[in-house]
């Protein structure tokens, strides 16, 4: 099977899978960006089922940028305790406050203004305008497992991360899209058709 057919085929074999499948997460219920931003963030080297619970609390006491702006920096902290690196519940309450004094709470609809925010790299960035602004946001996120699955699927020689689409590297890439579990791959030969990917908390 060419390639293009793989590419083809893949929305129909694992869509329907992950439709049936996927965890109901509290995040995926919504696509505005406050709260997708807040999940990305503490997703970040923690586990899906410990983040649930600190997720729905945070939320509740702070359920918008404006609630975060203003809220005292040691209840913010007491609320993270246990999710360790508290540089990133610090850098949440400093864009929480950049938002709402220049932006009157609103987030930017790029990857390349959310980047430039406190505490927000690359992957979140592309994660946060791929899921709630539908941008072809760049986001490096095929790693480890998923990487396997696609070489096996695409049939490809690619090591060390470096997996190889149609002759594109995953660092090459035009841009990779996140839409609640969905992956759209843009390269120069346009873009491949979306197929099911374990982010915004793995399937």
Not at 3 to 18: D, S
Not at 78 to 93: D, F, I, P, T
Not at 154 to 174: P, Q, T
Request: charged residues 20%; aromatic residues 10%.
């Amino acid at each position: 099977m060419e390639q293009n057919e793989i590419y083809a085929a893949l929305p129909g074999v694992l869509l329907p899978w992950y439709e049936k499948n996927a965890r109901d997460l509290p995040w995926r219920h919504t696509k505005e960006p406050y709260r997708v931003w807040v999940s990305e963030i503490m997703l970040q080297q923690t586990r899906v089922e410990a983040v649930i619970g600190y997720y729905e609390r945070f939320m509740e006491a702070f359920p918008t940028v404006q609630a975060l702006a203003e809220a005292d920096e040691a209840r913010v902290l007491k609320l993270w305790e246990g999710l360790g690196y508290y540089s990133r519940a610090r850098n949440l309450q400093k864009t929480a406050k950049l938002l709402t004094e220049t932006q009157n709470g609103a987030f930017p609809d790029t990857a390349e203004a959310l980047e430039k925010l406190p505490g927000i790299g690359a992957y979140t960035a592309g994660a946060v305008a791929s899921i709630c602004f539908e941008q072809p946001a760049a986001a490096v996120v095929v790693v480890g497992v998923d990487l396997q699955v696609l070489s096996e699927l695409l049939d490809a020689g690619g090591e060390n991360g470096d997996l190889h689409l149609g002759g594109a590297g995953v660092s090459g890439m035009g841009a990779v899209g996140l839409d609640h579990g969905r992956l759209f791959v843009f390269t120069d030969h346009g873009e491949i058709p979306p197929f099911f990917f374990a982010a915004h908390g793995a399937a």
